[in-house]
């Protein structure tokens, strides 16, 4: 996955959006669980078909390596998958994504500019893969 953008959806001029800092926002939690509310920001990036696990990932289907290990990674859940944008885009995916802990949040978005991709190797005969961030 590369040039990751921040995106600001038009939602975020809701009153149920109140904003934290630049790129980031504080709202209830889609899925109920976290009363205080929690902090969400979105994001835009493109999949690489020529990495490891991306092969057929694309805007209406993103593929799960590396996808879930960047949820791993930064502690952060998928809270919105822009089914129109993601619908309309040939490369682009946009994705909100939401945590408890707003340095969660500030820290998925140090991707802004940057590559998230998986890089295979092999270990007693299996295949494992490594997260690279450039």
């Known amino acids: 996955m590369k040039n990751f953008k921040n995106y600001i959806p038009e939602k975020y001029s809701k009153p ?12 209830e939690d889609p899925y109920g669980i976290v009363k205080e509310g929690i902090y969400v ?12 696990g991306e092969k057929d990932s694309s805007p209406k289907f993103i593929s799960q390596v590396p996808f879930e290990a960047l949820l791993d990674e930064f502690l952060v859940s998928v809270t919105d998958f822009y ?12 994705q909100e994504f939401g945590a408890m802990k707003l340095e969660d949040i500030q820290k998925l978005r140090t991707l802004i500019g ?10 007693d005969g299996e295949e494992y893969y490594k997260i690279v961030i450039e």
């Open 16 to 27: 149920e959006f109140q904003k934290v800092e630049e790129g980031i926002y504080k709202t």
């Open 114 to 123: 940057k590559r998230f991709y998986a890089e295979p190797y092999e270990e």
């Open 41 to 52: 920001t979105s994001l835009s990036f493109e999949a690489e078909p020529d990495c490891y």
């Open 83 to 94: 089914e129109k944008e993601n619908e309309e885009s040939e490369t682009v995916c946009y």
